[in-house]
């Protein structure tokens, strides 16, 4: 068995204990006011001190996952009780589907509250001659340390008995080590080292990533907990919190792309993420350290734009803030260009401009001081959903000169720029002519318009569409809008009301959209499929920089109907 594969798994198996979660608050807190309302726990992982300050990655479940199973118990719905039930334990099979081990007789007589997984290494014993080997290690709490010893002494035995065995008996710094020392065994066994220290059973897939995560406890230094960054990023969390995701992009790219360095492991980024429990459903906070520049500053709003509120009401994707320009030079020149974040964000800029034919960062950016807001609308028909951008008209912006331009560009790509009237408007129309001729009788011809772009100058914004029908949408009054809608209002009272804008999905309905447009979903589609089976909505909203740390906060809404 491959090892990559399955420790995704287990970490997306964590992840998705934490989607169900919020699942089962959503049922449950909506008619009863449980504890639970806090969020969670005011802790974080114990574990991070087995870990290396330069670990990939760390997911980190803290509460125990018959917790999750027991919010359930309380839902009224008996098909929701069982449906709740049924994904926990559907999860725990899955997760433990290759090592052979059964949750419910084996694991949970003695599992704590806390369970984590992580990739501690790129290449953990550095040996170019036997290729790249990444250091993986589960490390789980437990509330009956004898228990925990039995379980462990019980699996030893039954692979005696079968004659399985090869194991390795080794003292360690105080510590005694078990491990499977041949490597086809392994390869059945994907996490074939175990210790026990103190009240956490370590499972790891070498003894020697075992050792090096005792070290990491001995000698505090080395250790994640007591990473200068680490810790400043949780002290801007304050929210109690049921699970911590903690990324360091440049290490977590190289193990990706199975390398045994970082292709720039100068560059400094992380990423702290603590998940929480909301009536609303589940809130994300999270921390950014690696932006260069950054200094520590409020959010600048305190209510959605105006420019919000010409988005139509079936808006699957929209982003509002303000001063777009600043923003744009902002992720520039915070982010290195070689750095993963940077070229995720470049590609998803170049999937917007391709079918514009226009540089946004030179050529739209730069006029957009004020408000701004940017909805993806479907049509009701079906077919190529449209685009609608609104910006607010700045004093220092020629925005006539602005639009003149937009015009060239507009003949230059030859179409034909005109007038009409729309609603109590006059609008100007980008329009591709095409004279088709009828078959039968080739002397009669007709002339086809089809629209491409649409813009309207309307009080203080401009309005920019892909289609006449988005435009009218955007600008009667009779249609109504996204800020209006119960699921808008919904994702509002789950955030913060202080934020610099707001960035948001309509996952149910956006999906097949965006897998289509950007393949880069697609990737993500897969590798969170288990979270996204409940996804109604996400929205993200940024809260300004504390300390040098970036803070945003993403709104899951997972209710189910």
């Not at 594969?5 to 204990?17: A, S």
């Not at 059964?102 to 170019?128: C, K, M």
């Not at 028909?381 to 006539?400: L, N, R, T, Y």
């Not at 009779?478 to 707001?502: A, C, M, R, W």
């Amino acid at each position: 068995m491959k090892l990559r594969p399955f420790f995704v798994t287990l970490i997306l198996g964590v992840i998705f204990l934490l989607s169900l979660a919020a699942t089962s608050v959503y049922w449950i807190l909506k008619p009863s006011p449980l504890p639970l309302l806090a969020g969670g726990v005011n802790k974080e992982p114990i574990t991070a001190v087995f870990l290396p300050k330069q670990a990939p990655v760390m997911v980190s479940l803290l509460t125990n996952p018959d917790r999750l199973d027991g919010l359930g118990r309380f839902i009224a719905s008996p098909e929701k009780r069982r449906r709740s039930h049924q994904e926990i334990r559907t999860i725990e099979k899955t997760l433990l589907a290759k090592t052979g081990l059964d949750y419910q007789s084996q694991i949970q007589p003695w599992l704590g509250e806390e369970i984590t997984l992580a990739v501690t290494s790129l290449d953990y014993d550095h040996n170019p001659n036997n290729g790249i080997k990444p250091g993986y290690l589960l490390a789980v709490s437990t509330k009956d340390q004898q228990l925990a010893n039995e379980f462990l002494q019980a699996s030893y035995s039954t692979e005696a008995i079968a004659g399985t065995s090869d194991l390795v008996f080794e003292s360690y710094k105080g510590v005694n080590l078990i491990a499977q020392e041949n490597p086809n065994l392994k390869k059945n066994t994907p996490l074939s080292a175990t210790a026990v220290v103190g009240n956490m059973v370590l499972f790891a897939n070498d003894i020697q990533v075992l050792k090096e995560s005792i070290n990491n406890v001995q000698v505090p230094d080395l250790n994640l907990k007591n990473a200068p960054g680490y810790q400043k990023a949780l002290n801007t969390i304050n929210d109690p919190r049921i699970g911590i995701v903690y990324t360091n992009f440049p290490a977590l790219s190289a193990w990706l792309a199975n390398l045994p360095i970082p292709e720039l492991p100068e560059i400094t980024q992380t990423l702290t993420i603590a998940f929480s429990i909301k009536e609303e459903g589940l809130v994300a906070q999270t921390a950014l350290i690696g932006v260069s520049g950054e200094v520590s500053r409020n959010p600048i709003l305190s209510e959605p734009v105006e420019a919000f509120s010409y988005l139509p009401a079936n808006t699957i994707l929209t982003a509002t803030g303000t001063n777009l320009n600043q923003l744009w030079q902002q992720i520039e020149t915070g982010l290195d260009q070689d750095s993963p974040l940077q070229q995720l964000l470049n590609r998803s800029i170049g999937y917007l401009e391709e079918p514009l034919g226009v540089n946004l960062s030179k050529d739209v950016f730069p006029w957009v001081k004020g408000e701004f807001s940017l909805g993806l609308v479907p049509k009701a028909e079906g077919g190529e959903a449209d685009w609608i951008f609104v910006a607010e008209k700045s004093p220092d912006v020629a925005i006539d000169e602005v639009l003149k331009q937009f015009d060239q560009w507009a003949e230059n790509a030859g179409y034909t720029v005109g007038n009409v009237p729309l609603l109590d408007k006059t609008v100007t129309v980008w329009t591709e002519l095409t004279a088709t001729v009828n078959p039968n009788q080739k002397s009669l011809a007709s002339l086809e318009a089809k629209v491409n772009g649409v813009y309207a100058n309307v009080d203080d914004y401009i309005i920019l569409a892909t289609s006449i029908e988005a435009l009218s949408e955007a600008i009667s009054a009779e249609f109504p809008k996204l800020i209006e809608t119960e699921e808008f209002q919904h994702v509002i009272e789950g955030l913060s009301p202080d934020n610099d804008g707001y960035f948001y999905i309509n996952w149910q309905k956006s999906e097949p959209i965006l897998t289509q447009k950007l393949p880069i979903t697609r990737v993500v589609e897969f590798g969170v499929k288990p979270l996204l089976k409940n996804l109604r909505s996400l929205t993200l909203s940024s809260q300004g920089s504390q300390e040098n740390i970036r803070r945003a906060t993403i709104f899951f809404n997972v209710g189910v109907e």
